[in-house]
């Protein structure tokens, strides 16, 4: 037996994962387990959770993988610091990180409360977007691809371009800093008054209600597409002579502000937190997303001119981007996409791993990522003693009753938690850890926002659907099972399931295959069987925290949001009446 465990550690959305002789038994978000969102750190107790969950001790690990190479592209990064200083607080922080990379043992070992001596394991320092790019070649169904990976930064680089051959890939392209797509989007993100980490997806849905004519051109003094790939017109930014602020400690990362006051020249004052959104915004957005899209696009040819391979595998944060993956099938010559369910930093984790097994082992591929059910799972005693511990009571239904009386009750409009088997990898929910209602009623965005999840109004729900029924309901019928592609909704169809077509009529849908998820597809094809709609809106389990991980969380979230009803396996809790 070979067991690898690989990590994301020390830089956002830290996880792990395991895998035992090539195929992945389990993989988590730090976040998940100490509730802290994009918690960077070492993932220590995703870890030991992996290492419990397959029964396995410190000792029986092969080998040890993260997804950080301090080394790589070095000769670059020093050039440039010679070239152009850096402050000597900048220069600690990146020692002090590289450190911790470089002593993943050490804290490995105190997170499973063993002597370092007992990890007998080899150590590999893979380089980020390796990590990212075998995260997605290596478990995906094809045995040639093309590979993107495309973020903000890791290792120095922020896009990197490559091909795959059975167990091999090798990297075609890289785009170093300063120069980097995750950047330019970031940056345009905090000057329209979002500075969270993980925010650019709010502008992703913020953009269709813009006109991206406005602004369009002066984005492109921001992201340059002459020459091979790209680079970015570096007066609007401030990462390239000031460095980027941002901390990778045991919390959520923050990022300090990169756009420079170019960019306010250009477009005006940025947007306060929580001011008002104009017209002006709404247009910057747009524009934004608009060039995002040229950008990536042009990536793409790029690589297909470079391979001429018609499958093509995606990750790196941007990959999240589902409205720019939605226009990939159409509009470039690629054919087949498979995008990883964990595209973000956490994936790199699984990518990691995966890079010892093929890459550097150079062990056959056996193992396919079809789903993204590869976190705790709880049994129905521990579900039943979380209800109790509550004070509350339920009622235990056999399957064929379950899912006809949920249909049942989403059809008439409650709020329904729905909490099954084991939580998903990645940051979508998926039907495990899903908050589910009924697409067909217009308010139920509102009824969500208000009672729950006290999201912005601009942004959107999105429906999960029976993957046979896609073709009736959308332009488009590829398999999308992770919402990574945004397909616009036929034009009959747009009043029918009001909730999850946005404006710009469209919906970032999650098709759900029988043998892929049994029971998310027995519920909504109760839903259909009612109400002649194969479609629920599937929205995250989670108030404003992470998505809840184990029942307890489910119970006290649905107990202090309005929820109506609660489903923790077969066991139904309604809500009393007030
Ligand atoms: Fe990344």
New binding site residues.
């Given amino acids: 037996m070979t067991a690898i465990l690989g990590l994301n550690a020390y ?1 956002g959305d830290a996880a792990a994962a395991l895998l035992i002789d090539g195929e992945l038994v389990a993989a988590a978000e730090e976040e998940r387990f100490n509730r802290v969102k994009h918690c960077a750190g070492f993932p220590e107790l995703a870890a030991a959770w992996c290492l419990a969950d397959a029964g396995l001790t410190a000792g029986d690990l092969d080998h040890v993988a993260v997804s950080r190479d301090p080394k790589a592209n070095l000769g670059r990064k020093l050039l440039r610091t010679i070239r152009h200083g850096a402050s000597a607080r900048y220069l600690k922080a990146r020692l002090e990180n590289a450190a911790k990379v470089r002593d993943v043992k050490s804290a490995l070992a105190a997170a499973l409360h063993v002597d370092p001596g007992e990890i007998r394991a080899a150590l590999h320092n893979v380089e ?2 390796q990590a ?1 790019v075998a995260s997605a070649f290596f478990v995906s169904p094809f045995e040639d691809a093309a590979i993107l ?1 495309v ?4 290792d120095f680089a922020s896009t990197m371009l490559a091909e795959g051959h059975g167990s091999r890939f090798t990297v075609l392209d890289r785009v170093l800093f300063p120069h980097s797509l995750g950047i330019f989007y970031t940056a345009v993100t905090q000057w329209l008054g979002f500075p969270a980490y993980g925010d650019e997806g709010k502008v992703m849905g913020l953009a269709p209600y813009g006109n991206a004519e406005r602004h369009v051109a002066r984005m492109r003094e921001l992201v340059h597409l002459d020459g091979s790939l790209f680079e970015l017109g570096l007066d609007y930014f401030t990462h390239d002579k000031e460095g980027v602020d941002m901390t990778w400690d045991e919390q959520s990362p923050t990022i300090g502000r990169i756009y420079s006051d170019r960019m306010i020249e250009a477009f005006g004052p940025a947007r306060e937190t929580r001011a008002e959104m104009t017209q002006t915004h709404e247009d910057v957005a747009a524009a934004l997303q608009a060039m995002l899209e040229e950008a990536y696009l042009h990536l793409l040819r790029v690589l297909w001119e470079r391979t001429r391979i018609p499958n093509l595998c995606l990750a ?2 941007v990959a999240l981007n589902a409205v720019v993956n939605g226009r990939i099938r159409p509009e470039t010559p690629f054919e087949e996409v498979y995008v990883q369910p964990a595209a ?2 956490s994936g ?1 984790a699984v990518g990691s791993a995966y890079w010892v097994w093929n890459q550097q082992l150079g062990r056959a591929r056996s193992f396919v990522m079809e789903h993204a059910y590869t976190g705790p799972g709880y049994s129905d005693e521990e579900c039943a003693a979380a209800i109790a511990a509550a004070g509350l009571s339920a009622e235990r239904l056999d399957d064929d009753a379950l899912f006809a009386a949920v249909a049942e009750r989403i059809a008439e409009g409650d709020v329904v938690g729905w909490f099954q088997g084991r939580m998903e990898f990645g940051p979508r929910a998926l039907g495990n850890r899903s908050i589910v209602v009924d697409p067909r009623r217009a308010d139920m965005k509102d009824i969500l926002n208000a009672r729950i999840k006290h999201r912005e109004a601009f942004r959107p729900f999105a429906p999960s659907i029976l993957a046979e029924a896609t073709g009736d309901w959308f332009e488009q019928d590829y398999t999308s099972p992770f919402m990574v592609l945004v397909y616009k909704t036929r034009p009959d169809k747009r009043d029918k399931i009001p909730a999850v077509n946005h404006v710009d009529d469209t919906g970032r849908l999650q098709t759900v295959e029988r043998q892929v998820n049994p029971r998310y597809y027995r519920l909504i094809e109760a839903f259909g069987e009612r109400t002649g709609v194969p479609v629920v809106l599937n929205t995250s389990f989670n108030e404003n925290e992470p998505i809840v991980m184990t029942p307890e969380q489910a119970v006290e979230t649905f107990a202090k949001t309005k929820m109506d009803v609660l489903v923790l396996g077969n066991r139904v809790v309604r809500r009393e009446a007030p």
């Fill in positions: 830089h980020h977007h990212h990976s973020d903000g930064f890791g790196g944060g973000g930093d790199t």
